[in-house]
């Protein structure tokens, strides 16, 4: 039996761009957008893996060969592996297996090869889908909130033509755009500006995507005006089945090294409902504090900034947290350099990232992670293992499969509601991790031999997340913006 995933590909599929304004008022600024998609066989079997890009504004297809995938391993296509591909691609796609698979997207535009443009340095990633919704959810909506601006990319997932329904919300209304026909597998980038009325500019709210056929979704936000663009924060569309009462946060800051995050979470229920963030640390600087309960409307979404006078953390804190309501929400977590930080460093890039929060409802003792890097092309990946369970985990184990080999961690031990980062894991960081084959040192850059699929198991329920940086950490030879994406639980 076939196995899909859905995605949006100026969001999820080979997206070459040479100007994106094309899709919406509020599309990614700049030039030279391109997108890289990862699929990791999460199955005993070798896959046979293809992908079909569909063109936003037109008829044309375009298709990779099949390649077949180790059981565990990943693949990486580009731009290049879709034959006739034109310079100006912009749309989405299928990706088509015979085994069970999962997939990232990596969309950015900083030079590599023929694709980008110089100076681009933004870069986000984000989970392909598996299945799709008749509403579709974000936690986060801006139009120029902040001199920044999110685009919304939905794909109609289904089999037959369908409109698609967005309306945003901010703190006092809601604003309505109705799309004509989208054929099946075929997506529309939706800007805030697109609604009738326009959503005001300096709106902070939410989104709601509903369609009579099933949809998949990702949200970018990036700067209104950036050329050429330095920062892309991204993640997918929450289905209206994923909401639940309990989120889990791995990772949550308050002035610590510099950085913030921010929790939106969504209230998908048809009533007002209370929200409350209830966090958790072993840090000396933190405090295990709640904040909340506050009111919140149906659609509507409450902010949690990690920031002086607007949360109740000591400053330096680095922590976890658990969303607790009481109906039904989602939420998203933003991580950004401090506004006092980049007041007082006004060269820095922002280097802001968006991951999604876990559901108590979706945590399983296994997840699995597409795309990990070590010193791969100058930047590696480093993994927050969360235990979200009642006890102790004391036997969690990472297993990585990659061209050179398959490396199996020591078993670890992670604190009940603690965390766990698994970061620079080649021998020379740290031969003592492995058991059995120890991998392989990388003094340079590795290239396509240091990227591995991730496999997690444990002996309690785990979340994971993906942070990738520029590597080395000091004096790193490229630049690019930070970005990261949810590990996927699986049953």
Same mark, same amino acid.
């Given at each position: ?5 859905f ?10 761009? #040479? &100007?994106?304004?094309v899709?919406?008022?509020g ?10 998609? #990862?699929?990791q ?7 046979? #893996? ?5 063109? @936003? ?14 059981s565990?391993?990943?693949?990486? =296509? ?32 900083? !030079? ?12 986000? /990633? ?25 685009? =919304?990319?939905l ?8 409109? %698609? ?5 901010? &703190? ?41 056929? !099933? ?29 639940f009462?309990?989120?889990f ?23 007002? %409902? ?10 000396? @600087?933190?405090?295990?504090?709640s ?6 409307a149906?659609n ?18 680095l ?11 989602? &939420? ?6 401090? !506004?006092? *930080?980049?007041?007082a ?15 108590? &409802?979706?945590?399983?003792s ?21 235990n ?11 297993? =990585? ?11 670890q ?6 965390s ?17 084959? #120890?991998?392989? %040192? ?9 990227l ?12 994971a %997340?993906?942070?990738?940086?520029? *590597?080395?950490?000091?004096? @790193?030879?490229?630049? /690019? ?6 590990? =996927?639980?699986?049953?």
């Open positions: 039996m076939k196995k899909k995933f995605g949006i590909f100026v969001t999820l599929i080979c997206i070459v761009l #040479v &100007a994106s304004s899709l919406a008022a599309s990614p600024p700049g030039s030279g957008w391109w997108s890289g998609e #990862v699929i066989n999460v199955s005993g079997t070798a896959a046979n #893996v293809s992908i079909q890009a569909f063109d @936003a504004n037109g008829a044309s297809t375009y298709s990779t060969t099949s390649v077949s995938v180790p565990g391993g990943n693949k990486a =296509f580009l731009p290049s592996d879709f034959a006739a591909l034109p310079a100006t691609f912009s749309g989405s796609g299928v990706v088509t297996a015979d085994q069970d698979i999962r997939g990232i997207v990596n969309l950015t535009n900083r !030079p590599v090869a023929s694709w980008g443009v110089a100076g681009g340095l933004a870069a986000g /990633q984000y989970q392909a889908s598996g299945t799709g919704s008749t509403s579709l959810r974000f936690p986060l909506m801006k139009n120029d909130f902040n001199k920044k601006t999110t685009t =919304f990319y794909q109609n997932a289904g089999d037959t033509a369908a409109t %698609i329904t967005a309306t945003f919300y901010d &703190a006092t209304s809601s604003y309505v755009y109705t799309s004509g026909l989208i054929e099946p597998y075929r997506m529309i980038a939706i800007s805030p500006l697109d609604a009738s009325p326009a959503v005001p500019a300096a709106a902070l709210g939410s989104m709601v995507a509903t369609s009579a056929q !099933p949809l998949v979704g990702v949200v970018l936000e990036h700067f209104t005006v950036d050329n050429p663009a330095s920062l892309l924060q991204a993640t997918r569309g929450f289905a209206s089945t994923e909401a009462t309990t989120y946060v791995p990772v949550v800051k308050y002035n610590f090294n510099n950085r913030f995050t921010g929790i939106s979470v969504q209230n998908t229920t048809a009533a007002n %409902i209370n929200i409350t963030v209830n966090y958790k640390s072993s840090t000396p @600087a933190c405090n295990n504090v904040d909340g309960p506050f009111s919140v149906p509507k979404s409450y902010n949690f900034v990690h920031l002086s006078g607007s949360t109740v953390l000591n400053t330096n804190c922590a976890s947290a658990t969303v607790v309501a009481t109906g039904n929400v989602v &939420a998203i977590v933003n991580e950004s350099f401090t !506004p006092t *930080y980049m007041s460093n006004p060269t820095k890039k922002q280097e802001s990232t968006t991951y999604s929060a876990f559901s108590a &409802a979706a945590a399983t296994k997840v699995v992670i597409p795309l990990y890097k070590e010193n791969a092309g100058n930047k590696t990946t480093g993994l927050t293992i969360q979200v369970g009642a006890v102790a985990a004391t036997n969690v184990v990472a297993v =990585f499969v990659g061209p050179l080999g398959t490396f199996t961690t020591k078993p031990t992670i604190a009940a509601g603690g766990l980062t698994l970061l620079e894991v080649s021998a020379v960081k740290n031969a003592a991790l492995w058991n059995g084959t #120890v991998m392989p %040192i990388c003094a340079t850059s590795c290239n396509t031999n240091s591995y699929g991730v496999t997690i198991t444990a002996d309690q329920p785990i979340v %997340i993906a942070n990738e940086s520029v *590597y080395p950490f000091s004096g @790193a030879p490229i630049a /690019q913006d930070k970005n990261n994406y949810e590990g =996927f639980n699986m049953p």
